[in-house]
């Protein structure tokens, strides 16, 4: 079975390449091998590079993808323009943004099934109700009293507790992953959502054809749905220049039931759990809530389930807690987020600047990437200049050696303001986390990089005042002895290690 994936994957991806290869030279030949023409096209090409140039400083755009863009055009006026009219006008993302509006008022009524907690949140934690304010009123995503959570440092901790939890299922099992492949995790994850399938269960799964391009066959969906297991690829692979390929679904959601849930870093491979070895130890995080914030997540996966269907589920059938209240304990106050790429609003982003903005003692961070625009460099320096603690640890050895080149080009402006850079010694520190004060933490699947902060579908999770707040530092501060803390002389050791960088900074939007 290995063989005929592996072979079915590397067809897929020798199509690919060479249909991509063949557009960029049917378009170099059109423009440079027409000789009788070629004064004029060039002529009208570069008339288009300054539309185009106008176009992008007009747009309400982030001013790093304007500069980017406006660099490749000055160092390519002929195809630049060209290029840009490529990549982004032959998609629609108005449409998709039709679709995902269409679905997000379908499910807006339903979030606030459990009440509301902002009240209290109020008069328990004062210091935090701006941003939990800002995420409910206005993002959409309630704060939960009645829930219990859980934090798992690593994958070899969450791993057999998900093969638990997916074992008490009664109802249903909804899964959403950027990365599926087979293998000592994965096989025996869906051996038992098959199993549930074959109980009666509702049983789905979502995974975005991209982010397993490399790992699954292109008929694995259809495999899936002969074992029972119903079945989304989220916005197919085409191998086309477009501007929606982009957008990815980067999201790690579990939902059992509405009652319990799981998010964070973790994908369903084997290196998540270390059972491959993949740029030396594999450090991830993920967390479980239990209880009324469970049922956020799981509206959360209905409407990318409900995108662009014309039948929409019946979604208050799916809330566990119809005839009553809710169980679980309250541990503190849980609020579960997700961040869309088509709006006008970077959520993650902005849990990420407001957790900064609101610390007073200290902010430690787990991200894999550190590829930031000017708000999220600003929020850091300008903490770290006041007096707070900011640590940030980010892998030695990284699965992308541009973005990692790239990521370094901000340790110097970074530890100069008095920022604390660490990087994870044994191997490659895939955890997305923030903590506070004791008060704070959010566990997600948002990398501090262009591409999660502004490209991808991502969701996290909260806390506030939570237990598990405690164990997200215990974790940073178990990191720290087995990560090397990086000098400012180590960052302006020599002129190459400063130009290469800064030059990839430049680029840092595209990566």
């Known amino acids: 079975m290995k063989k005929k994936f592996g072979w079915a994957v590397f067809k897929r991806r020798a199509f690919v390449i060479f249909t991509l290869f063949f557009q960029i030279c049917f378009l170099i030949f059109l423009i440079i091998g027409s ?13 288009l590079s300054i539309i185009v140039s106008i176009h992008v400083l007009n ?18 006026p002929i195809f630049g323009g060209l290029m840009y009219v490529i ?46 304010h800002y995420l409910q009123e206005y993002a959409g995503f309630p704060v939960y009293t009645r829930t219990g959570a859980e934090y798992f440092p690593s994958g070899e901790a969450f791993f057999p507790r998900l093969l638990e939890e997916l074992e008490k299922a009664e109802r249903y099992i909804f899964m959403e992953f950027f990365i599926l492949r087979e293998g000592v995790m994965l096989d025996p994850i869906l051996a038992v959502m098959e199993k549930k399938a074959q109980a009666g269960l509702d049983v789905r799964i979502i995974y975005d054809d991209l982010g397993c391009f490399m790992s699954l066959p292109p008929d694995f969906s259809r495999l899936l749905e002969r074992r029972g297991i119903r079945c989304l690829v989220f916005n197919p692979f085409r191998p086309i220049f477009s501007s929606l390929q982009n957008n990815r679904d980067h999201r790690k959601i579990i939902s059992i039931d509405g009652k319990t849930a799981f998010t964070g870093g973790i994908n369903l491979a084997d290196e998540y759990i270390n059972a491959v070895e993949r740029f030396g130890h594999w450090k991830d995080a993920a967390i479980l809530i239990t209880g009324e914030a469970a049922w956020s997540l799981t509206l959360i996966f209905l409407q990318m389930w409900n995108l662009r269907r014309k039948d929409f589920d019946a979604y208050g059938n799916f809330y566990p807690w119809r005839n009553g209240l809710c169980p679980a304990e309250s541990d503190g106050f849980i609020q579960p987020y997700a961040d869309s790429p088509v709006d006008d609003e970077n959520v993650g982003e902005h849990v990420y600047i407001q957790i900064i903005n609101s610390a007073r003692k200290y902010v430690y961070i787990n991200t894999p990437y550190l590829v930031v625009d ?4 600003s929020a850091l320096t300008l903490a770290a200049k006041s007096g707070v603690d900011v640590r940030i640890i980010t892998p030695h050895r990284w699965d992308k050696w541009m973005v990692a080149i790239c990521s370094r080009s901000y340790y110097r402006q970074l530890v100069a303001a008095g920022v604390r850079v660490y990087e994870y010694s044994s191997g490659f520190n895939h955890t997305k986390t923030f903590v506070s004060d004791d008060r704070v933490a959010t566990v ?3 990398n501090l990089d262009f591409r999660s902060l502004y490209l991808h579908f991502e969701c996290g999770v909260l806390l506030y005042g939570s237990r598990a707040v405690g164990a997200v530092k215990k974790d940073f501060l178990n990191t720290v002895p087995v990560s090397h803390e990086v000098t400012l002389e180590e960052c302006t050791r020599n002129v190459f290690q400063k130009i290469i960088p800064d030059v990839l900074r430049i680029f840092a939007p595209l990566m």
């Open 444 to 446: 997600g699947t948002t």
């Open 87 to 132: 990549f982004f006008f032959q998609s629609n993302p108005r449409k998709l943004k039709r679709y995902i509006n269409q679905t997000i008022d379908q499910t807006r009524p339903f979030f606030s099934l459990a009440g509301d907690s902002l009240p209290v949140l109020a008069a328990s934690l004062p210091e935090h109700f701006t941003q939990a």
């Open 59 to 76: 747009k309400r755009e982030k001013a790093a993808y304007k500069l980017t863009w406006i660099f490749l055009i000055m160092m390519f």
């Open 374 to 377: 000017d708000n999220l460099l």
């Open 35 to 47: 000789s009788m023409s070629f004064h004029y096209i060039n002529w009208g090409l570069s008339v």
